[in-house]
């Protein structure tokens, strides 16, 4: 007998699989080398059984699981096999047991072996999930085929039994092995069995379809998953073959090999391939544990149905059921191109996640969106953006299923694109979804939240192509800007920071940040917007924040903070907003309170003109009964100067399309003023503050300035909107004895930015009224 490299007796098997091995790979690919193993292994083991006394009728089986059972032999993976008795005497069972084990071990072949009857199969898989798991790939090699099939088919019956008791294990385990693995697509050295998006999510996906619970292709197409985990499958076969181990992580020094043998030319274009090919199987893994969970949690004792749970209302055409972001019945999907937008900012703001079938809906009924889009989508489109980490999954899900780069075509070039420098922890679609993960939390310490949404969504889309991408990614934020509809002056300042998006932390690093010269040469590559700067100056550190761990170190913070100081010292004090002049008063004859219905309606939005008797205590009022009537304010400019009474030009939305009527509000505004506000109202009232999300990321902040057109303090509050916000913020200062002579609200996505001009001697105490009111109980504020 000759003997290998290293000393071992060489079989049949060994010079098998050298033989394999030593074929190259564009003459035997991935899955032509896993046909070709799993071949010469079924019959090396078949004449092993035989020659061990393993027959048809011996009381024995020789049954296979792992890649062998599933037909997934990997060149350098171990043998997962179980021989099965009857009960047999130990002795015989210890013969048979070493006639097969030793001749595999000879030949150098790794070994999971186990010897074991069909109840004690059973009584493994019941417990520990992991053995359960391993049975479902079972399938009988050599033996008695009946025994085999008792513990095959024994196993997946008692899965499907025990399944509703063993689910929430399950799902433990499978995050516990992504949290140790860590997510594929955001590794530079992926783990390609255990991590997210590994072969390992396909494994649960089967199991819970071998469970009856859902179905393999419900979320994604069945041809998308296939091919993703082939290509996972292939990148971890060629990496067995390029490393002569059974390695599992996708080291750097064989990216290259790898991607050479995919023929996908260097390791960055393997990167980005793999990185797609994961998240589809998170994608699915993900979609499948959710349609899992509905089926189980539908089923009563006994396996008996329950009633399905009531759908909640949570925008137009949108509803949660059973915990899920899906249609309502009435929804307009072949005719709203926006209804994906509006699905997807539910979803984050109530932390949701979107039910398959919805998607697949919107995927496959949704009209692409076409043209300038309308205010109400830029404000969801906002909403989702501000939502904080609730994003990262709604987005997730909009883009596997392709309607996220339905809505951002730009979006297309950067989706999954590796990132070169070794700094950067995520893909750069991923690290612009996370930049707007940081930056939801700085919102309010900007004067336009949504213009420092929108660039950290847009900074670097301009990577993947051969020129600078900041100048690549300025032309593509102007185009988006105007697509988005904002106007003139807010596309000018998006392009700016979006073109310099790196100017601040570069400069910070290299020049001294107190000399006034390097102020003045960032203010002047700026063009002097003083907004651009306040955006620039939260994005830089947003950006950092997502890039990686050790990024945003504190020396770098400290210089970043004085450059930013020294900077706005040298700007032109922001413009102090204007006293609004409603031209509306009350008619000769006309009621005390007037409601007159804008010409100008837009989907679910609303123009009012309301005048109604007294001053800021009326104010609160009328606020309070706006949104008990569901009616949310999105601007307003209030006026409650001589001639006294409160003059409101108002744009409300409805949410669910729903048309105002004036009579009702005008009776309810009378009946509010007179008596404060009605029980069925206060009870309405406070159902809806009860039942909105709080997705707050930034906590508040009241900036405090001296008025210039009279006596009195400017407040202006920027924090997150909530039903009955204006009127709790109106009523907080009015019971500190201040006076409210005017209010401008604007409302961008999420974020509110208000501003109050209060006068009289109770206006400084009624900034820790104001800051009382704002804030939930054990959140610190930050007035300025």
Same mark, same amino acid.
């Given at each position: 007998?000759?003997?290998?490299?290293?000393?071992?007796?060489?079989?049949?098997?060994?010079?098998?699989?050298?033989?394999?091995?030593?074929?190259?790979?564009?003459?035997?690919?991935?899955?032509?080398?896993?046909? $070709?193993?799993?071949?010469?292994?079924?019959?090396?083991?078949?004449?092993?059984?035989?020659?061990?006394?393993?027959?048809?009728?011996?009381?024995?089986?020789?049954?296979?699981?792992?890649?062998?059972?599933?037909?997934?032999?990997?060149?350098?993976?171990?043998?997962?096999?179980?021989?099965?008795?009857?009960?047999?005497?130990?002795? =015989?069972?210890?013969?048979?047991?070493?006639?097969?084990?030793?001749?595999?071990?000879?030949?150098?072949?790794?070994?999971?072996?186990?010897?074991?009857?069909?109840?004690?199969?059973?009584?493994?898989?019941?417990?520990?999930?992991?053995?359960?798991?391993?049975?479902?790939?079972?399938?009988?090699?050599?033996?008695?085929? =009946?025994?085999?099939?008792?513990?095959?088919?024994?196993?997946?019956?008692?899965?499907?039994?025990?399944?509703?008791?063993?689910?929430?294990?399950?799902?433990?385990?499978?995050?516990?092995?992504?949290?140790?693995?860590?997510?594929?697509?955001?590794?530079?050295?992926?783990?390609?069995?255990?991590?997210?998006?590994?072969?390992?999510?396909?494994?649960?996906? $089967?199991?819970?379809?071998?469970?009856?619970?859902? =179905?393999?292709? $419900?979320?994604?197409?069945? @041809?998308?998953?296939?091919?993703?985990?082939?290509?996972?499958?292939?990148?971890?076969?060629?990496?067995?073959?390029?490393?002569?181990?059974?390695?599992?992580?996708?080291?750097?020094?064989?990216?290259?090999?790898?991607?050479?043998?995919?023929?996908?030319?260097?390791?960055?274009?393997?990167?980005?391939?793999?990185?797609?090919?994961?998240?589809?199987?998170?994608?699915?893994?993900?979609?499948?544990?959710?349609?899992?969970?509905?089926?189980?949690?539908?089923?009563?004792?006994?396996?008996?149905?329950?009633?399905?749970?009531?759908?909640?209302?949570?925008?137009?055409?949108?509803? =949660?059921?059973?915990?899920?972001?899906?249609?309502?019945?009435?929804?307009?999907?072949?005719?709203?191109?926006?209804?994906?937008?509006?699905?997807?900012?539910?979803?984050?703001?109530?932390?949701?996640?979107?039910?398959?079938?919805?998607?697949?809906?919107?995927?496959?009924?949704?009209?692409?969106?076409?043209?300038?889009?309308?205010?109400?989508?830029?404000?969801?489109?906002?909403?989702?953006?501000?939502?904080?980490?609730?994003?990262?999954?709604?987005?997730?899900?909009?883009?596997?299923?392709?309607?996220?780069?339905?809505?951002?075509?730009?979006?297309?070039?950067?989706?999954?694109?590796?990132?070169?420098?070794?700094?950067?922890?995520?893909?750069?679609?991923?690290?612009?979804?996370?930049?707007?993960?940081?930056?939801?939390?700085?919102?309010?310490?900007?004067?336009?939240?949504?213009?420092?949404?929108?660039?950290?969504?847009?900074?670097?889309?301009?990577?993947?192509?051969?020129?600078?991408?900041?100048?690549?990614?300025?032309?593509?934020?102007?185009?988006?800007?105007?697509?988005?509809?904002?106007?003139?002056?807010?596309?000018?300042?998006?392009?700016?920071?979006?073109?310099?998006?790196?100017?601040?932390?570069? @400069?910070?690093?290299?020049?001294?940040?107190?000399?006034?010269?390097?102020?003045?040469?960032?203010?002047?590559?700026?063009?002097?917007?003083?907004?651009?700067?306040?955006?620039?100056?939260?994005?830089?550190?947003?950006?950092?924040?997502?890039?990686?761990?050790?990024?945003?170190?504190?020396?770098?913070?400290?210089?970043? $903070?004085?450059?930013?100081?020294?900077?706005?010292?040298? @700007?032109?004090?922001?413009?102090?907003?204007?006293?609004?002049?409603?031209?509306?008063?009350?008619?000769?004859?006309?009621?005390?309170?007037?409601?007159?219905?804008?010409?100008?309606?837009?989907?679910?939005?609303?123009?009012?003109?309301?005048?109604?008797?007294?001053?800021?205590?009326?104010?609160?009022?009328?606020?309070?009964?706006?949104?008990?009537?569901?009616?949310?304010?999105?601007?307003?400019?209030?006026?409650?100067?001589?001639?006294?009474?409160?003059?409101?030009?108002?744009?409300?939305?409805?949410?669910?399309?729903?048309?105002?009527?004036?009579?009702?509000?005008?009776?309810?505004?009378?009946?509010?003023?007179?008596?404060?506000?009605?029980?069925?109202?206060?009870?309405?009232?406070?159902?809806?503050?009860?039942?909105?999300?709080?997705?707050?990321?930034?906590?508040?902040?009241?900036?405090?300035?001296?008025?210039?057109?009279?006596?009195?303090?400017?407040?202006?509050?920027?924090?997150?909107?909530?039903?009955?916000?204006?009127?709790?913020?109106?009523?907080?200062?009015?019971?500190?004895?201040?006076?409210?002579?005017?209010?401008?609200?604007?409302?961008?996505?999420?974020?509110?930015?208000?501003?109050?001009?209060?006068?009289?001697?109770?206006?400084?105490?009624?900034?820790?009224?104001?800051?009382?009111?704002?804030?939930?109980?054990?959140?610190?504020?930050?007035?300025?």
């Amino acid at each position: 007998m000759t003997t290998t490299a290293d000393g071992a007796p060489r079989t049949t098997l060994t010079r098998g699989r050298a033989d394999l091995l030593a074929v190259p790979a564009d003459r035997l690919p991935a899955a032509g080398l896993r046909e $070709a193993l799993c071949e010469l292994y079924e019959i090396e083991l078949t004449c092993l059984a035989e020659e061990a006394g393993i027959s048809s009728r011996s009381g024995f089986a020789l049954v296979a699981f792992g890649g062998l059972g599933r037909r997934e032999v990997l060149p350098h993976s171990d043998l997962d096999l179980v021989l099965v008795h009857e009960r047999r005497p130990s002795r =015989d069972v210890r013969e048979v047991a070493d006639a097969l084990w030793y001749p595999l071990w000879d030949a150098g072949q790794g070994l999971d072996h186990s010897v074991r009857t069909v109840d004690q199969c059973l009584a493994a898989a019941a417990g520990d999930v992991s053995v359960a798991l391993s049975l479902l790939d079972a399938r009988v090699i050599a033996g008695d085929r =009946d025994l085999g099939a008792r513990v095959v088919d024994g196993a997946r019956r008692q899965w499907r039994h025990q399944i509703a008791a063993r689910f929430d294990e399950l799902v433990a385990a499978t995050a516990a092995r992504r949290a140790r693995a860590g997510v594929i697509a955001h590794r530079t050295e992926p783990d390609l069995k255990n991590g997210a998006g590994g072969l390992r999510d396909v494994q649960l996906v $089967a199991a819970l379809a071998a469970a009856h619970l859902t =179905d393999a292709s $419900a979320a994604v197409s069945g @041809t998308d998953v296939a091919a993703a985990h082939r290509l996972v499958l292939d990148a971890r076969t060629e990496l067995h073959r390029c490393s002569g181990r059974p390695r599992e992580v996708m080291h750097a020094e064989y990216g290259d090999e790898v991607a050479g043998a995919l023929g996908l030319g260097d390791r960055f274009d393997l990167a980005r391939a793999v990185s797609d090919a994961s998240r589809t199987l998170a994608f699915a893994a993900d979609q499948a544990i959710r349609a899992a969970c509905a089926a189980l949690s539908s089923r009563g004792p006994g396996g008996l149905f329950r009633r399905p749970p009531a759908r909640r209302p949570l925008d137009d055409g949108v509803v =949660d059921h059973a915990g899920e972001v899906a249609l309502a019945r009435g929804a307009r999907v072949d005719s709203d191109p926006w209804l994906p937008l509006r699905v997807a900012a539910a979803a984050a703001r109530h932390g949701l996640p979107v039910a398959a079938s919805t998607l697949g809906v919107l995927v496959e009924r949704s009209p692409a969106p076409e043209g300038r889009w309308p205010a109400g989508a830029l404000a969801d489109l906002l909403v989702l953006l501000g939502s904080g980490p609730a994003q990262v999954p709604v987005i997730e899900a909009m883009d596997r299923s392709g309607l996220w780069a339905r809505m951002l075509p730009e979006w297309a070039a950067v989706r999954d694109l590796p990132a070169r420098d070794r700094t950067h922890v995520y893909t750069v679609d991923r690290h612009l979804v996370q930049t707007a993960v940081e930056a939801s939390r700085l919102t309010t310490t900007v004067a336009r939240a949504d213009l420092l949404l929108l660039a950290a969504l847009t900074h670097d889309l301009g990577k993947g192509r051969a020129r600078d991408h900041s100048e690549v990614g300025a032309e593509l934020a102007r185009g988006l800007g105007e697509r988005l509809g904002l106007v003139a002056r807010d596309v000018d300042t998006l392009v700016r920071v979006v073109r310099h998006h790196l100017l601040l932390a570069a @400069t910070a690093a290299r020049r001294d940040p107190s000399d006034p010269a390097t102020a003045g040469e960032v203010l002047a590559a700026l063009g002097g917007d003083a907004t651009a700067l306040d955006v620039l100056a939260a994005l830089t550190r947003a950006d950092s924040l997502a890039t990686g761990p050790g990024v945003w170190t504190p020396g770098r913070a400290q210089a970043h $903070a004085a450059l930013v100081m020294s900077c706005r010292a040298r @700007t032109a004090a922001p413009e102090e907003p204007v006293a609004p002049t409603v031209d509306a008063a009350r008619p000769p004859g006309a009621p005390d309170v007037v409601v007159t219905p804008g010409a100008t309606v837009v989907g679910g939005t609303h123009e009012l003109t309301l005048v109604v008797p007294g001053g800021g205590r009326a104010l609160a009022v009328t606020a309070e009964v706006l949104a008990a009537h569901g009616l949310e304010v999105v601007d307003a400019e209030v006026d409650l100067r001589p001639p006294g009474g409160v003059r409101a030009r108002v744009l409300v939305s409805t949410r669910f399309g729903d048309p105002v009527d004036p009579r009702i509000l005008r009776q309810d505004l009378r009946r509010a003023i007179d008596g404060g506000l009605p029980g069925p109202l206060r009870t309405a009232l406070d159902r809806r503050m009860a039942a909105a999300p709080g997705y707050a990321q930034a906590p508040p902040s009241v900036l405090v300035s001296p008025r210039s057109d009279a006596d009195g303090l400017l407040f202006e509050v920027r924090t997150e909107d909530r039903p009955g916000l204006l009127g709790a913020v109106v009523a907080a200062v009015t019971a500190a004895g201040a006076r409210v002579d005017w209010v401008v609200v604007r409302t961008r996505g999420a974020a509110v930015e208000d501003v109050f001009a209060l006068s009289g001697p109770g206006a400084t105490l009624g900034l820790a009224r104001l800051v009382e009111a704002l804030l939930p109980a054990g959140e610190p504020a930050t007035p300025t």
